[in-house]
């Protein structure tokens, strides 16, 4: 049966599941409204978009290398594509040119089948090219190196890089920054590159965002629901820090007691 | 295609294969171990598909390149393709262990990919140059956090002034450690519910449909 | 009709060719003709000399968990650990979780040129695919993990390979790693299960967010390249990093000034923006 060393994971899960079932059910049976902060790197989307079309160069979007769908950083990228449809329809909406690259091909028919869809959505079928979804390279260093070709060739005037990104994040932001484009970026779990991000993006999404991005954008009631169930996990972990914070100031043997 | 097929199977194969997984962290069954492994023996297969897919993809995409003489293109096209089916011949017929393979790697790859990961380098000065001017509160705390950083980061440094050698240390190891554990621990919350509303069928971004 | 920019706006807004210029000469003039700047050596760099000093016997398990990106930078550290560990009694079974170890293996023996005989004092069991899954599966079942080794010998026909079935017997853990991912997964994979001594070298651009790990689940840790040169020092094998040690202080120092020189023309322009 479950093994000794994992009812931590379990009991987090759980806590974590019956959160989320309640705030769905608190959402939807008591008309619980949850609002989230405004992110200003959401916000400039449409502002990147809209000066994109004013200059007619084309958006790009990226959701970074090296991490593959099935790995890790799998929800980072499906974050980061929950972006891109966004994306996808206001570029289809304003007509203005769009690039996705990916590295990884895993991510390559999704990415394509969310473009498709959003244009669809927009009424714009007929105006989807599936070269709008390139596959550049798995190699990260020969995926940057198209990348910047392709800023360069192309005079990208927007560039959203949403995902887990890697070292070839400053590549792409500073030739961005090269050609003018005004540039949003956001990582989860890559906190490396954050520093990278807030130096050379307009935006930064930091962490937590771009999993809260999804919801901010459709002001879906029930994935709202689930961001209050992170909220309210957030306090429990900020109580246990503090707890455990106050025991290791005042008993090491309490803390060694306590060790689970 | 009915909404079952586009919409609920996957959803339901997402669910079960989800909860397959999660049964097996906790050791419940030797049947859920052994499920898991074939299903990660599967994942690996269709990676190898989706590899397949990426070369396919590339392939189409240059040729087509070629085809309509893309201005300022076609002919990086041209190199591309010879480039990586030379690979591929070489690697099938003379295996990677081949000298052949080994001097394509140390001639072109590795030296191309260094010399990419070179230009991090000059980057960041540039990068370093604009972004760490003192224009409001928040940079000069940027500025002065990174200024004594890299001074910590200087080897010889701890030999010139071991005060001034220590701040960039410690900066790394209390304030930017806090910081970097708690955005992972609420990037972790966040995955975990992303995989709740996953299993419970609220999230549809893989159906390409956000 | 253009403005002129006045000199304090020049030094604000720097040329990007002047600034990659001044920064290669900082760095290509040092290699050529060395400084000779002393260097400290840090903790965690100590503590992995310890460690691999330390050995009296065993099997070592050297994970080459590098990506082609990192040769200049992970190359010095990966030839220096594993000299120093050919000096101790241990067997080395070096394996590789990225597909770009078998070509720093080969790099290795080149520069390496030991008297060591494969089989019996070191093997290489080449690159196992599948990231933390294979890194899983080869800490719980090495033999049943890696059949054959890269050349294709069975595992169990190589001398160098009695005795070790789980990562528990092995008497230190060295990875080279180029891939952030990989750090945690050896923690969780390796050391969380069987608690097992770890030590990781790690690129500089991953020290700050994976030192996390060190002391406790590892023993300790390189910094890329200027652990390297730490690590050289210590060795006394001086090398590749030693003489690129004068080039990152250069470098370091010039960043500082450019910085500095940036702030002068910020605030002398009298710009707010």
């Given at each position: 049966?479950l093994?000794?060393?994992?009812?931590g994971t379990?009991?987090?899960l759980?806590?974590?599941?019956?959160?989320?079932?309640?705030?769905?059910?608190l959402?939807r049976?008591?008309?619980?409204k949850?609002?989230?902060?405004r992110?200003?790197?959401?916000?400039?989307?449409?502002?990147?978009i809209?000066r994109?079309?004013?200059?007619a160069?084309p958006v790009?979007?990226?959701?970074?290398?090296?991490?593959?769908?099935?790995?890790?950083?799998?929800?980072?990228?499906?974050?980061?594509?929950s972006?891109l449809?966004?994306i996808a329809?206001q570029t289809a909406?304003?007509?203005?040119?769009l690039?996705?690259t990916?590295c990884?091909?895993?991510?390559?028919?999704?990415?394509?089948e969310?473009?498709?869809?959003?244009?669809l959505k927009e009424g714009r079928?007929d105006?989807?090219r599936?070269?709008?979804?390139r596959h550049l390279?798995?190699e990260q260093q020969?995926y940057a190196?198209?990348v910047?070709g392709?800023?360069?060739?192309e005079?990208?005037?927007a560039?959203?890089m949403?995902?887990p990104?890697?070292?070839?994040?400053?590549?792409i932001?500073?030739?961005?920054?090269r050609v003018?484009a005004?540039?949003?970026?956001g990582?989860?779990?890559k906190?490396?590159?954050l520093?990278?991000?807030?130096?050379?993006?307009?935006?930064?999404?930091?962490g937590?965002?771009?999993?809260?991005?999804?919801?901010?954008?459709s002001q879906?009631?029930?994935?709202l629901a689930t961001?209050f169930a992170e909220?309210?996990a957030?306090?429990?972990?900020?109580?246990?820090?503090?707890i455990?914070?106050?025991?290791?100031?005042?008993?090491?043997?309490l803390l060694s007691?306590?060790k689970? | 295609?009915?909404?079952?097929?586009?919409r609920?199977f996957?959803?339901?194969?997402?669910?079960i294969?989800?909860i397959?997984?999660?049964l097996?962290?906790f050791q419940?069954?030797?049947?859920?171990?052994?499920?898991a492994?074939?299903?990660?023996d599967w994942?690996v297969?269709?990676?190898?598909?989706?590899?397949?897919?990426?070369?396919?993809h590339?392939?189409?995409?240059?040729v087509?390149?070629?085809?309509?003489?893309?201005?300022?293109?076609w002919?990086?096209s041209?190199?591309?393709l010879?480039?990586m089916f030379s690979y591929?011949?070489v690697g099938?017929?003379?295996t990677?262990?081949?000298?052949?393979?080994?001097?394509?790697?140390?001639?072109?790859?590795?030296?191309?990919?260094?010399?990419?990961?070179s230009?991090?380098a000059?980057?960041?000065?540039?990068?370093?140059v604009?972004?760490?001017?003192a224009?409001n509160?928040?940079?000069v705390a940027f500025?002065?956090c990174?200024?004594l950083?890299?001074?910590g980061?200087?080897?010889s440094m701890?030999?010139?002034s071991?005060?001034?050698a220590?701040?960039?240390p410690w900066?790394l190891?209390v304030?930017?450690k806090?910081a970097f554990?708690?955005?992972?621990?609420?990037a972790?919350?966040?995955?975990i519910?992303?995989?709740?509303r996953t299993l419970?069928?609220r999230?549809t971004?893989?159906?390409?449909?956000a | 009709m253009?403005?002129?920019?006045?000199?304090?706006?020049?030094?604000?807004?720097?040329?990007?060719?002047?600034?990659?210029?001044?920064?290669?000469?900082a760095v290509?003039?040092?290699i050529?003709?060395?400084?000779?700047?002393?260097?400290?050596i840090?903790?965690p760099?100590?503590d992995?000399y310890n460690?691999?000093?330390g050995?009296?016997?065993?099997?070592v398990?050297y994970?080459?968990d590098l990506?082609?990106?990192s040769?200049p930078?992970m190359?010095?550290?990966l030839?220096?650990?594993?000299?120093?560990?050919?000096?101790?009694?241990?067997?080395i079974?070096?394996?590789s979780?990225?597909s770009?170890?078998?070509?720093?293996?080969?790099?290795l023996?080149?520069?390496l040129?030991?008297q060591k005989k494969y089989?019996?004092?070191f093997?290489?069991?080449?690159?196992?695919?599948?990231?933390?899954?294979?890194?899983?599966?080869y800490?719980?079942d090495v033999?049943?993990t890696?059949?054959?080794?890269y050349?294709?010998s069975?595992?169990?026909?190589l001398p160098v390979?009695?005795?070790?079935?789980t990562?528990?017997?092995f008497a230190l853990?060295?990875?080279?790693?180029?891939?952030?991912?990989?750090?945690?997964?050896?923690v969780?994979?390796v050391?969380t299960?069987?608690?097992v001594?770890?030590?990781?070298?790690m690129l500089?651009v991953?020290?700050?967010?994976?030192?996390?790990?060190y002391?406790?689940q590892?023993?300790g840790?390189?910094?890329g390249?200027k652990g390297a040169?730490?690590?050289?020092?210590l060795?006394g094998?001086l090398g590749?990093?030693?003489?690129a040690?004068d080039?990152?202080?250069?470098?370091?120092?010039l960043l500082?000034?450019?910085?500095?020189v940036?702030?002068i023309?910020?605030?002398?322009?009298?710009?707010k923006?």
């Amino acid at each position: 049966m479950l093994k000794v060393g994992n009812f931590g994971t379990f009991y987090l899960l759980l806590f974590l599941f019956v959160l989320t079932l309640l705030s769905i059910w608190l959402v939807r049976s008591k008309g619980m409204k949850v609002h989230v902060r405004r992110l200003a790197g959401i916000d400039a989307i449409n502002e990147a978009i809209g000066r994109a079309t004013e200059l007619a160069r084309p958006v790009h979007f990226t959701t970074g290398t090296m991490a593959t769908l099935y790995g890790e950083e799998g929800p980072q990228i499906l974050a980061g594509l929950s972006i891109l449809s966004h994306i996808a329809s206001q570029t289809a909406k304003y007509r203005t040119p769009l690039v996705v690259t990916v590295c990884h091909p895993s991510t390559l028919p999704l990415a394509e089948e969310i473009v498709r869809e959003s244009y669809l959505k927009e009424g714009r079928a007929d105006e989807f090219r599936p070269d709008m979804v390139r596959h550049l390279s798995t190699e990260q260093q020969a995926y940057a190196s198209g990348v910047q070709g392709i800023f360069l060739r192309e005079k990208v005037a927007a560039n959203f890089m949403i995902g887990p990104l890697y070292a070839d994040t400053l590549i792409i932001a500073e030739t961005g920054y090269r050609v003018g484009a005004m540039q949003v970026g956001g990582t989860g779990t890559k906190t490396v590159q954050l520093p990278f991000l807030v130096a050379v993006c307009d935006y930064t999404l930091i962490g937590e965002e771009i999993f809260a991005a999804g919801a901010y954008i459709s002001q879906n009631p029930e994935q709202l629901a689930t961001m209050f169930a992170e909220d309210i996990a957030k306090f429990a972990v900020i109580a246990l820090v503090l707890i455990g914070a106050i025991v290791t100031l005042f008993s090491k043997e309490l803390l060694s007691l306590l060790k689970l | 295609m009915s909404v079952l097929v586009r919409r609920s199977f996957p959803l339901g194969i997402a669910a079960i294969v989800g909860i397959l997984m999660i049964l097996e962290l906790f050791q419940v069954g030797k049947e859920i171990t052994s499920s898991a492994a074939m299903v990660r023996d599967w994942v690996v297969i269709i990676s190898g598909f989706a590899l397949c897919l990426g070369a396919v993809h590339v392939t189409g995409f240059h040729v087509n390149q070629i085809r309509k003489r893309t201005a300022g293109r076609w002919p990086f096209s041209i190199v591309l393709l010879a480039v990586m089916f030379s690979y591929i011949a070489v690697g099938v017929s003379l295996t990677t262990m081949s000298g052949t393979y080994r001097w394509l790697y140390d001639a072109i790859n590795f030296p191309l990919a260094q010399v990419m990961f070179s230009l991090l380098a000059f980057y960041i000065f540039s990068a370093a140059v604009r972004a760490f001017q003192a224009r409001n509160f928040e940079a000069v705390a940027f500025l002065l956090c990174a200024i004594l950083v890299v001074i910590g980061n200087i080897p010889s440094m701890p030999l010139i002034s071991s005060a001034l050698a220590q701040i960039g240390p410690w900066i790394l190891d209390v304030p930017t450690k806090g910081a970097f554990r708690g955005l992972l621990i609420t990037a972790a919350l966040g995955i975990i519910v992303l995989g709740i509303r996953t299993l419970l069928g609220r999230e549809t971004a893989y159906l390409g449909r956000a | 009709m253009s403005e002129k920019k006045t000199y304090a706006e020049r030094l604000r807004a720097l040329d990007p060719r002047a600034i990659y210029v001044l920064l290669t000469l900082a760095v290509v003039v040092p290699i050529l003709f060395p400084l000779g700047l002393p260097i400290q050596i840090a903790a965690p760099t100590r503590d992995v000399y310890n460690a691999i000093e330390g050995l009296k016997g065993g099997a070592v398990w050297y994970g080459i968990d590098l990506l082609a990106v990192s040769l200049p930078e992970m190359m010095p550290a990966l030839v220096v650990t594993v000299r120093h560990l050919m000096t101790k009694p241990v067997k080395i079974v070096f394996v590789s979780f990225t597909s770009e170890g078998p070509m720093y293996y080969y790099k290795l023996m080149d520069q390496l040129k030991t008297q060591k005989k494969y089989g019996e004092d070191f093997a290489y069991l080449g690159f196992i695919p599948g990231e933390e899954t294979a890194i899983a599966a080869y800490a719980h079942d090495v033999p049943g993990t890696a059949k054959k080794d890269y050349f294709g010998s069975p595992v169990e026909a190589l001398p160098v390979m009695k005795g070790i079935k789980t990562a528990k017997d092995f008497a230190l853990v060295i990875t080279c790693i180029s891939l952030s991912l990989h750090n945690d997964a050896y923690v969780r994979q390796v050391f969380t299960p069987f608690n097992v001594k770890m030590v990781q070298v790690m690129l500089s651009v991953n020290y700050p967010e994976k030192i996390l790990y060190y002391p406790h689940q590892i023993v300790g840790a390189l910094n890329g390249i200027k652990g390297a040169t730490e690590y050289e020092q210590l060795t006394g094998y001086l090398g590749a990093a030693t003489s690129a040690n004068d080039a990152i202080t250069m470098a370091h120092v010039l960043l500082i000034l450019f910085v500095v020189v940036a702030n002068i023309g910020y605030f002398a322009s009298g710009r707010k923006r």
